[in-house]
């Protein structure tokens, strides 16, 4: 039996990744710190929990062992961290190694974490130019990018077997901090309307756990030190986001597409991006991977998690669990939106009234 280890194995990437593997009858070693966060369908399918930091040599080398097929390190942010996963990386028949869109830079010098939009081209193509490596807090919104750039470069550099994958706006089942609870909460506090910031056009590409992991899987059959873009089969705006949310819960609202000059901060859901951010897949497809499904199909089980998880409030509206609180709360500001709508009331014919497909 094919053996693989999942450094950072009870994420949401390392649990989609073990799920798939384990479902084709791999092995699968899960690395993390924490047995807690280990899914129950995931040791009652077989997979074994490593306690290790994956960041400690010596730890690293004790959960590595004598090998592995395929090796996936979803938790390499530094130069350091990849120098850390060389020894094992030549070693591992295939390795693969969680990269991020932010090491792209466009022709001004901007990416997705600079304070100006950047103007990528549409597609993004991994041989478009990232950021220079850099040695600073990747912890940062400056610093991640960077840093991710010299992980990618001292691997591929290094000539193993190493297929660096760039993910996107990742979801799925696991996500901590899931991004579609913008609309979740809307549909769940009964909003009638929905505000989309300019013209709800903004796309910013999601990347499903699930379609990720199918890539993971085709990767290990097929060795290689390469760099691959992984992203959902289509690149949904923010407008068709709302709506699959919406038909998802049954619920109906009107949707009021705003203008440029609306005020800052209004309507301003987690995919607007503009101008687009989409990243090219068609060099994945060409290894013989395929995609588990699009966005609507992949999201659906976050959709109905995140409902059937809320916390009914005093104060009448919806809540995620306490533990998550505070993620987006400068997002829900009914009162600020009621004024503008007070101002500005919808025409009969705006929007689209979405119909439940259940």
């Not at 004598?66 to 350091?80: P, Q």
């Not at 004024?339 to 009331?345: C, F, K, N, Q, V």
Request: some cysteine.
């Amino acid at each position: 039996m094919a053996r693989a280890l999942v450094l950072g194995g009870t994420g949401v990437l390392g649990s989609a990744i073990a799920r798939r593997l384990l479902s084709g009858g791999w092995a699968v070693d899960l690395v993390g710190r924490d047995p807690a966060r280990l899914p129950d369908d995931l040791t009652a399918a077989g997979a074994r929990f490593r306690m290790a930091d994956r960041h400690n040599r010596a730890e690293l080398s004790g959960v590595y062992g004598d090998g592995t097929d395929l090796l996936v390190d979803c938790l390499c942010f530094t130069a350091e961290h990849a120098r850390q996963l060389l020894p094992f990386a030549g070693d591992a028949a295939s390795t693969v190694m969680i990269s991020s869109k932010a090491v792209y830079v466009d022709e001004g010098g901007y990416h997705v974490n600079s304070a100006a939009a950047p103007r990528f081209p549409v597609p993004i193509r991994e041989t478009d130019p990232t950021l220079a490596p850099g040695d600073g807090d990747y912890t940062t919104r400056e610093g991640y990018g960077a840093s991710k750039a010299a992980a990618e470069q001292v691997l591929l550099d290094s000539g193993a077997p190493v297929t660096v994958l760039r993910a996107s706006k990742v979801h799925g089942a696991g996500a901590r901090r899931p991004r579609e609870w913008y609309f979740v909460k809307r549909v769940l506090d009964r909003r009638p309307i929905a505000l989309l910031a300019g013209h709800g056009a903004g796309v910013d590409h999601p990347t499903a756990a699930v379609n990720l992991a199918a890539l993971v899987e085709t990767v290990a059959g097929e060795p290689g030190c390469r760099i691959l873009n992984s992203a959902d089969p289509d690149a949904p705006t923010g407008r068709e986001i709302a709506a699959i949310i919406a038909e998802r819960l049954g619920h109906r609202w009107k949707e009021i597409l705003l203008d440029e000059d609306a005020s800052p901060g209004l309507g301003r859901h987690p995919w607007d991006a503009r101008p687009p951010i989409v990243l090219d897949t068609a060099a994945a497809a060409d290894l013989g991977y395929r995609a588990v499904g699009d966005y609507a199909a992949t999201v659906a089980d976050t959709i109905d998690r995140l409902a059937s998880s809320a916390v009914a409030g005093s104060d009448g509206a919806w809540h995620l669990p306490v533990s998550d609180r505070d993620f987006l709360a400068d997002s829900f500001d009914y009162p600020t939106e009621d004024s503008y709508l007070a101002g500005h009331p919808p025409r009969e014919d705006t929007g689209v009234a979405v119909r439940s497909r259940r």
